[in-house]
């Protein structure tokens, strides 16, 4: 079983995401299954609330889902078979505990393009946030002359885009951020 997509910045060997590989530094965490829809598409995910963190590629196979969840997650009583993850996967279609509301959890590649996720803004960049690969913060190895939050120059914006475009996204999330990055590009230019 396999998902398109690949990580920003970085060619396919193959072309697909295989979720039954655990993603490295964040297997046999403990989490649950959120979902959210992509230009009509439903896409299943892995995340840990308590470190803020997806843990799993975008899948857009419930039981893909729930076989890569048996693999490679925990819940807080332990593993669990795929059986479990499935009434988990399945419960994710109907609500979130990240957002309360749908329209926060749909996107079009479109909006994404234009640089307007409506409702789901907030919701996508903290998204954004949970697949990118550093530990949750705008890291502090950033070159030197590298603009921190708060900064207000438009050099000072600029040098913080470029630091950002460096980094990537874990496993297939660019299908997300890819058309996100791309408008906010162009909105910058």
Aim: charged share 25%; glycine share 12%; hydrophobic share 40%.
């Amino acid at each position: 079983m396999a998902v398109d997509g690949t990580s920003a910045g970085t060619p396919p060997a193959n072309g697909t995401v295989d979720p039954t590989t655990g993603l490295p530094g964040r297997t046999g965490a403990i989490g649950g299954i959120e979902s959210l829809v992509l230009d009509g598409r439903r896409l299943f995910f892995g995340f840990d609330f308590s470190s803020d963190q997806v843990l799993s590629p975008l899948i857009d196979d419930a039981g893909a889902m729930a076989l890569f969840a048996a693999r490679h997650m925990r819940q807080r009583t332990g593993a669990h078979d795929e059986a479990y993850w499935a009434e988990l996967v399945r419960a994710s279609i109907d609500g979130s505990d990240l957002v309360w509301r749908d329209a926060q959890r749909a996107f079009s590649s479109a909006a994404l393009e234009s640089g307007d996720a409506g409702d789901a803004q907030g919701h996508l960049l903290y998204l954004l946030d949970a697949a990118t690969l550093w530990d949750g913060h705008i890291p502090a190895d950033l070159p030197p002359g590298t603009a921190r939050p708060g900064d207000d120059t438009a050099e000072a914006e600029e040098r913080v885009r470029e630091a950002l475009r460096r980094r990537s996204t874990v496993a297939n999330w660019s299908l997300l951020f890819g058309p996100y990055t791309r408008g906010a590009e162009r909105a910058a230019h």
